[in-house]
T-cell receptor, first 113, second 112 residues
Framework: NAGVMQNPRHLVRRRGQEARLRCSPM?????VYWYRQLPEEGLKFMVY????????ESGMPKERFSAEFPKEGPSILRIQQVVRGDSAAYFC???????????FGEGSRLTVL | DQQVKQNSPSLSVQEGRISILNCDYT??????FLWYKKYPAEGPTFLIS?????DKNEDGRFTVFLNKSAKHLSLHIVPSQPGDSAVYFC???????????FGTGTLLAVQP
């Protein structure tokens, strides 16, 4: 499967725990984006990364959220000390250029109990 | 500040008729406009795009129209099919931003 791979597809955490979401971009893509979709809402931009660099993190909450895209391995979105309001679908997307045509993964659904 | 707006949360159309989904934007510096389709429990998939220097782009049953003076674009699907039933997101890219900005989506239901 050469598409954007996200895992886990579903993740359940208790309040205060950490959530780690992983994303492997499509082969040849060097741009990675994370979006969040809250229930009954649209897709909200969180962060844009290239290998080893955060290009734009203007959509990331200031605390508890971090993202990385290391030289080797998948991109990671990390949420520390999760709260119920973090429950959402988190989508990763990748692209090879800057025309905005992003290829999305199937999403990781985080549920915080 | 919602830069991309889809004012119709839902639309119902009969099979074989035309579906018209609308989108408005506020930033005149956007370079590209895109439409994505999303089924439940799946990621969005790219459908069609248009550059800001064009006013129409057609791909099979799908046509996107751009009216820059009105800051408005629309997606026409004709003829509509039941398999087109999904949420459609309008998105915009470019200007001073590196990110794709999405509207809130329109749920299209095509009735057989």
């Amino acid at each position: 499967n050469a598409g954007v791979m996200q895992n886990p597809r579903h993740l359940v955490r208790r309040r205060g725990q950490e959530a780690r979401l992983r994303c492997s971009p499509m082969k040849g893509h060097s741009h990675v984006y994370w979006y969040r979709q809250l229930p009954e809402e649209g897709l909200k931009f969180m962060v844009y990364l290239q290998k080893e660099n955060i290009i734009d993190e203007s959509g990331m909450p200031k605390e508890r959220f971090s993202a990385e895209f290391p030289k080797e391995g998948p991109s990671i979105l990390r949420i520390q000390q999760v709260v119920r309001g973090d429950s959402a679908a988190y989508f990763c997307a990748s692209s090879w250029d800057n025309t905005g045509e992003l290829f999305f993964g199937e999403g990781s659904r985080l549920t915080v109990l | 500040d919602q830069q991309v707006k889809q004012n119709s949360p839902s639309l119902s159309v009969q099979e074989g008729r035309i579906s018209i989904l609308n989108c408005d934007y506020t930033n005149s510096m956007f370079d590209y406009f895109l439409w994505y389709k999303k089924y439940p429990a799946e990621g969005p998939t790219f459908l069609i795009s248009i550059s800001s220097i064009k006013d129409k782009n057609e791909d099979g049953r799908f046509t996107v129209f751009l009216n820059k003076s009105a800051k408005h674009l629309s997606l026409h699907i004709v003829p509509s099919q039941p398999g087109d039933s999904a949420v459609y997101f309008c998105a915009a890219y470019g200007g001073a931003t590196n990110k794709l900005i999405f509207g809130t989506g329109t749920l299209l239901a095509v009735q057989p």
